[in-house]
């Protein structure tokens, strides 16, 4: 492998280079209006894959935003990969709180910040950056690797589940490698075993026709804001137990072994509060936080809006005001059922003057969670003590990969997480980075990863190979 990795390390500062170009282009897939920056970030991710040395890189339209797959299969007798990513990112808001631009990609010290940079720009391209390094030094990959690269990961993945389906033949493999995803600490090498699953939906409360003056009408009509602010207390108790009617009754007990591994962690409440800065924990009674981040079901609210909120005062009554939830789901639930549920006892909470309606922009994916005795774990927790001279641990992942579902029913693959984003790198928020040592171990990691993969021919005990 000396080979391999000299290559990487001969090549680092231009790769670098490449990464804070592909931070650059704007790739907000929930926002209209940055469409052809999506399209733009699907043509670069191809032409990276053609300049790798990946002769069929090739991106397809849907009826969304672009897929970008390539392959090689030059090796007939070896185990076959669909390495996965996305090239999407969340929005930049709120602006105000980044120190420096979001898509100006800026290095301090051995960070490097930019919105996407970490969720999932710069996981993404390791293993491209892989795939060249041994293309460039011996011609050829230890095993075969397929790559799919979707531009709606950050809105649920609407229309990758068709581009699948269509698509069987040309995506198989013997297991999915989602360079998406993220390792619990950037001190130990993790393993992530298990997703939660999602269920988004997004409501309006409307009163008057429009914004009145709330001289005149105050105290004559239901004011949208404070209704909606009944209607979204209402799913909580005081305790912060979700109080929407039916929300647990699928949920599966945690079982012990899970909640002893899960204890015997190296975490505290105190340093994890002081990394995010709050006062206190919050969340269902009964867990610990990190099984109430992993392994429970969530409801949070992501946005409330209505009325004048610029500088100064407008005494309005407003017309409307809305929110978004999305919740955090676990094994057993189903996200159709849940959104059903909350909009449920959203109606049964409306108040007398107001109306409620439901918005488009509803999505979800079920949890997901792999044998703990597949293959690619195996392999996966060799390639990790290549690079850092110990086992990995395996935890839970707090968020979501929507696709999962989708490869495991649609091409009968489960799905193994090797990205070396971390949890903690700001993912979603403002000022969001990625550490850029691990650039180098992540491309360690994966370059041992198809190593020990070729060496490995036991497929047989691989649920869904």
């Known amino acids: 492998m ?27 897939s929930t926002d209209p209006q940055h469409a052809p920056d999506v399209r733009r970030a699907a043509g670069w991710v191809a032409a990276r894959l053609g300049a790798a040395g990946l002769t069929d890189a090739r991106v397809h339209g849907t009826p969304g935003h672009p897929v970008v797959t390539a392959s090689w299969t030059g090796a007939p007798e070896a185990p076959t990969v669909l390495v996965y990513g996305h090239y999407d990112v969340q929005p930049p808001d709120p602006l105000d709180r980044w120190d420096t631009p979001p898509f ?9 910040f930019g919105r996407g940079v970490s969720d999932d720009k710069a996981p993404l391209l ?3 950056r892989v795939a060249e390094a041994f293309l460039q030094t011996r011609g050829a990959l230890p095993v075969n ?19 699948v389906q269509a698509h069987v033949a040309q995506l198989q493999a013997d297991f999915v490698l989602s360079a998406d995803g993220g390792m619990w600490r950037a001190d130990l090498p993790t393993l992530t075993v298990s997703a939660r699953g999602l269920a988004a939906l997004e409501f309006t409360v409307r009163g008057p026709g429009q914004d009145l003056h709330s001289g005149r ?16 207390a209402s799913l909580h108790d005081a305790e912060g137990r979700v109080a929407v009617a039916g929300f647990y009754d699928d949920v599966l007990p945690l079982s012990p072994e899970v909640r002893a591994d899960t204890a015997a962690l190296p975490f505290r409440d105190e340093a994890y509060l002081r990394e995010v800065g709050a006062p206190g924990t919050f969340g269902e009674p009964g867990y610990s936080t990190l099984e109430r981040q992993w392994y429970r079901p969530t409801l949070e609210v992501n946005g409330l809006w209505g009325g004048y909120t610029g500088e100064g005062s407008k005494t309005v009554l407003p017309g409307e005001a809305r929110a978004k939830i999305t919740c955090r789901l676990v094994p057993g639930q189903d996200p159709a059922r849940v959104r059903e549920q909350i909009r449920a006892s959203l109606r049964r909470h409306t108040p007398p003057g107001v109306t409620v309606t439901f918005g488009d922009g509803e999505h979800g994916a079920p949890a997901y969670s792999i044998p703990p005795d597949h293959l690619g774990l195996r392999v ?8 850092y001279g110990r086992d990995p641990l395996r935890v839970g992942m707090g968020g979501s990969v929507p696709i999962c579902d989708t490869f495991r029913d649609v091409l009968g693959m489960d799905t193994v997480f090797l990205s070396f984003a971390v949890g903690d790198e700001n993912i979603h928020a403002p000022n969001e980075f990625f550490r850029l040592a691990r650039l180098q ?6 370059a041992a990863y198809f190593g020990a993969l070729a060496r490995s021919r036991d497929l047989a005990g691989q649920a869904g190979g």
Request: no cysteine; charged share 20%.
């Open 2 to 28: 000396e080979d391999v990795l000299a290559y990487l390390e001969q090549h680092s500062a231009r790769h670098l280079e490449e990464l804070r170009a592909f931070v650059r282009i704007p790739s907000v």
């Open 104 to 112: 100006e990609p800026t290095q301090r010290g051995g960070l490097l």
């Open 126 to 128: 390791i293993p491209i």
């Open 145 to 163: 690797v397929k790559f799919l690269f979707e531009g709606e990961e950050e809105i649920g993945s609407p229309h990758l589940a068709a581009f």
């Open 217 to 232: 009408h105050g105290g004559g009509l239901h004011n949208p804001l404070h209704a909606l602010a009944r209607m979204i």
């Open 380 to 387: 996966a927790q060799e390639a990790l003590r290549a690079v």
């Open 441 to 446: 171990e992540g491309a360690h990691a994966w």
